[in-house]
């Protein structure tokens, strides 16, 4: 079964950067376009960006596009997530995901989650 542990999270100023990174194991990283999704309190869990399996294509959530940037080692197996001009609205639980098909973005498509990392993003 496929594993995703999630790493990089914590608390961050307005404007400020962080970086996530998630690391896959039990199946080829480098076959499977990949994903990173996020869930604030009392909201629906939402897509914000994805990776094609080689690493040239990407698409994100509109509100983060030009902020946050995905990217993959693929010799690490493992998806970043650069996330810069952080806002209060960012605030979340982060998760990454072995999408179905690269453009999929819908989490209703997937049953097994990592543990997840938390950004807060507050003055």
């Known amino acids: 079964q496929v594993q995703l542990v999630e790493s990089g999270g914590g608390l961050v100023q307005p404007g400020g950067s962080l970086r996530l990174s998630c690391v896959v194991s039990?199946?080829?990283?480098?076959?499977?376009?990949m994903g990173w999704f996020r869930q604030a309190p009392g909201k629906e869990r939402e897509f914000v960006a994805g990776?094609?399996?080689?690493?040239?294509?990407?698409y994100y959530k509109l509100s983060v596009k030009g902020r946050f940037t995905i990217s993959r080692d693929n010799a690490e197996s493992t998806v970043y997530l650069q996330l810069d001009s952080l806002k209060p609205e960012d605030t979340a639980v982060y998760y990454c995901?072995?999408?179905?098909?690269?453009?999929?973005?819908?989490?209703?498509?997937?049953?097994?989650w990592g543990q997840g990392t938390q950004v807060t993003v507050s003055s």
């Open positions: 995901q072995s999408l179905n098909y690269y453009g999929d973005s819908s989490p209703r498509h997937y049953d097994f």
């Open positions: 039990g199946r080829t990283f480098s076959d499977v376009a």
């Open positions: 990776i094609n399996s080689g690493g040239g294509s990407t």
